[in-house]
């Protein structure tokens, strides 16, 4: 099928895989983006926003985590995307259906646990079909440009539209569509790793082989780094995006075209960041572009803290909503690069599972009481301290891009000759 299209797999399964992803990202964030109408149907309040967006989260963790490890051992990926990608669609369209918060709830909860693999399931397909050359941008393109392009470009104004003249229950059953028509492409098109299909080349990893258990997982120093900075960015990251509408809408006075407005400028700074610091990163090294980018990160929670203008506020958000382009570096590439292909995916489960659960299940819950209590200007104050800290600890990572791994080890044999 690629070459009737003129395509290489690599590419074939880029594209599928960034479609998919960028769905996964507006049912996640359909909940956030409608919230407002949402909460006045439902009599809703921010600590249930909290732990809407909680419920997910956590699900999502230990799901990635579990059937990520189970895909390892097992050497399947193709049969548990399909059938994650089935479910999440599904039940993101019985949500549109639900009368109570506590259905809503449950919803969401089978929604992360179907989400959760994917992310470790579809990069474990996309580093065993990538070359060397563009192993940073592709995997930038998935967990970067495609939820930006989808979840907050291009699902936003159009989900609003639907809510505005049909309401918001239909948005919901709209949202289901896409994933399912991808299910099929994935049941069409994808294959396992190992079937003829990939132009990979081998990745250079920097740690020793492990023996394959969780505790050898742990032994490697920059899995370690790397969970430290998804908890912080995870932080930084969900505090922004569940709760930046309600506090625009309530606190900011914007109206809910505006709204719109800021949504759409994170989602075109998550498109282009998402693929251009990744892209960086496979030529100037993954440590120093991981800590750019989320130090300019933290600029985005304070413009929304202190500029009024609309305009001016969506293009500061353009420029400084950075950090999203190194979540595919701490929770894909640095990890895929570090430890033995065999722990690829229970290595990316872990990582961004440990994050969701205490950066987006266990911080947003808090944020949530905390804005009822002090007002929801609280939820941006910690994604300032949440960025801060993450680019720092980003700087403690050692270094796996294959540019300045392959210099570092051609000055070694140098040295070593001479």
């Not at 899995?223 to 900011?252: G, H, Q, S, Y």
């Not at 990582?351 to 969701?356: F, Q, R, S, Y």
Request: aromatic fraction near 12%; glycine fraction near 10%; include cysteine.
């Amino acid at each position: 099928m690629a070459k009737r299209l003129g395509l290489t797999y690599e590419n074939l399964l880029l594209a599928i895989l960034f479609f998919t992803f960028g769905t996964v990202f507006i049912d996640r964030t359909i909940i956030t983006t409608l919230f407002p109408k949402i909460s006045a149907d439902l009599g809703l309040n921010n600590s249930q926003l909290g732990l809407l967006a909680g419920a997910l989260a956590l699900t999502w963790s230990f799901s990635g985590f579990v059937v990520g490890r189970v895909s390892d051992r097992l050497g399947k990926r193709k049969p548990l995307l399909l059938l994650a990608v089935v479910i999440f669609s599904l039940a993101c369209g019985f949500a549109g259906a639900a009368q109570t918060f506590a259905v809503l709830f449950l919803l969401r909860a089978v929604m992360g646990v179907a989400e959760g693999p994917v992310q470790p399931m579809m990069q474990t397909l996309m580093v065993a079909a990538s070359s060397e050359r563009r192993r940073g941008v592709n995997m930038g393109l998935l967990q970067g440009s495609a939820p930006g392009l989808m979840g907050f470009v291009l699902a936003p104004p159009l989900l609003v539209w639907v809510a505005e003249r049909l309401g918001w229950r239909s948005a919901f059953y709209v949202s289901c569509l896409p994933g399912l028509i991808l299910a099929l492409l994935i049941w069409w098109l994808v294959k396992e790793p190992g079937q003829g299909q990939g132009t990979g080349e081998k990745i250079v990893h920097t740690g020793e082989k492990g023996k394959g258990s969780l505790g050898d997982l742990f032994k490697y120093y920059n899995v370690r780094v790397c969970v430290v900075v998804a908890v912080l960015a995870c932080t930084w990251f969900f505090a922004i995006i569940n709760f930046m509408p309600t506090f625009l809408e309530k606190d900011r006075h914007f109206k809910s075209g505006t709204m719109s407005l800021m949504l759409s400028a994170l989602g075109a700074a998550w498109v282009f960041w998402g693929f251009f610091a990744p892209a960086l990163s496979d030529r100037f090294g993954r440590k120093p572009v991981m800590f750019t980018f989320l130090l300019i990160g933290v600029l985005a929670p304070l413009a929304l803290l202190h500029v009024s203008n609309p305009y001016l506020l969506a293009a500061l958000l353009f420029l400084t909503f950075t950090g999203p382009g190194c979540f595919s570096l701490f929770g894909a590439t640095i990890p895929a690069e570090t430890v033995p292909r065999y722990l690829v995916a229970t290595a990316l489960g872990t990582v961004m599972g440990i994050g969701e659960i205490l950066g987006a299940f266990l911080a947003p819950i808090v944020e949530g009481r905390a804005a009822d209590r002090y007002g929801l200007s609280v939820t941006m104050w910690v994604a300032v301290g949440a960025g801060v800290l993450a680019a720092l600890f980003s700087l403690l990572v050692r270094e796996t891009a294959p540019v300045k791994v392959g210099k570092r080890l051609e000055a070694t044999e140098y040295v070593a000759a001479h």
